[in-house]
């Protein structure tokens, strides 16, 4: 500190910013209201020098480095000046290492003591919270993803589940699972609730017209979908087997022009004919294809020829970006894994994730996802940010995004038919049936005239029942 004394008022004291920067006393804001106390006359008499301030030296976040702090150094000593937005007003980006542990030894101990200590950079957990930060990332348009293997018990109603419901957990509402069976399907009965076992496809085509017109309301379509516990829902298929017909290319259309009004993913459990127009209806429609395959040669050999057909049609895009699901069920030959990825990946198929056996899904029982062990949890997790990341992707490589006006009318649901009978009675119909009549018999000449006469029937009136 230096002193000056004049003659014509006291002493000022001016700070030496070379030898003392901290010659000026702290001030108290909050004491102060925010403001600077009034200066006095005797101060105001004496100008006070500006304060400098060398260049930092420690990294600077907002990009004033020492480059711009030297700018004016040749005409007048560089002051610093902070950013806008420091301090209070510093954005900062989630990390997911930001929150305390959960898993493993340090969640316990966090749990028992109170402290806060994170979970290590390459542990489960972290990997965890980030497949969950992929899962939430923003989509393009509404997503249709096809869980697609024409074998039986392959697992595509449990995968279907298991995926629908983790998008739901962790997105929340806009997820529908929608089972595409021709006829009869066990999504809705394999859903861990049912608000209504008799809703299905039919009840949304009855009003398919209302709901894609301009006065349908956000949540009409609630009505008729069977929301879950993790608030995904359920859009079963029909249950009767007794129908005219069922579920065909012309269902499929209208049913999602309702649900791309209304939800922005879509799972779609597709049935085990890929020669049925519903079948062939989703995957000219589908954006990814997700194939559960159980480490079986005959679960195996089926998807090699759903893919190869697939290839066939002109869909070659969704060999490529297939998501494939391997599943070593108790007593399989582990060695076979391999040689299942090498067939499919000469096919074009990149994408192998394997997923371990959860005794749920083999019990054929209602799925709940909080009952789930924590590895098919973890692995379902994993599978769903890839989904996720594959999503995003095929939307950022699309130039336009097509719009697609199609509004059905209502379609209405086919009769059925009751062929029981009792005993020895005649089937009882809905609709009148015409009785057979029989062709009349034929009369020819005969060549040869021994044993017969001109206008004899050669066939045997007995042939006829008569």
Known sequence: MSSDHTDEGPAVSTP???EDYEAEATVNLRGQRLRRPEPTPADDQAAEPEETVDAPTEPDPYGVGQEALAANSDT????????????????REYNVTDEPATWGARGRINAATGLKLRPKHDSGEVRFRASVQQIQQSLPGCSVVAVANPKGGAGKTPTTVALSA???RHRGQGVVAWDASESIGTLGDRAARTTDPELGVWDVLEHAAELCSTSAVSGALGAFLRRQPTLDDILAADTSTTRDRGIGWDECAALMAVLRRHRDLIFIDTGNNPLAGN??????????????IPVRVDMAKQAFHMLDGIMARGYGHLVSS????LTTPPGG????ESLIVDELSALGVQQFMQVGYEPMFAAGDRIAYDRLQSATVEAY????????DNLAELGRARTQQLSDPYAPEAMHRPPEVDVRTDRGRTPTRPYPVEPYEPPAPQIVRPSNT????WGQSTTKRDRWGA
């Open 16 to 18: 030496n910013p070379l």
């Open 76 to 91: 007048q000593p560089a002051k610093f000046t902070a950013h806008p937005r420091a301090g209070l007003f510093d954005p």
């Open 166 to 168: 983790t998008f739901g």
């Open 279 to 292: 079948w062939q209806w989703t995957i000219a429609h589908a954006d990814l294809l997700v194939i559960p």
């Open 322 to 325: 297939a998501v494939v699901l």
């Open 333 to 336: 030959d582990p060695q076979l």
């Open 381 to 388: 997790t994993n599978i769903a940010a890839l989904i996720a």
């Open 450 to 453: 021994e044993g017969l006469r």
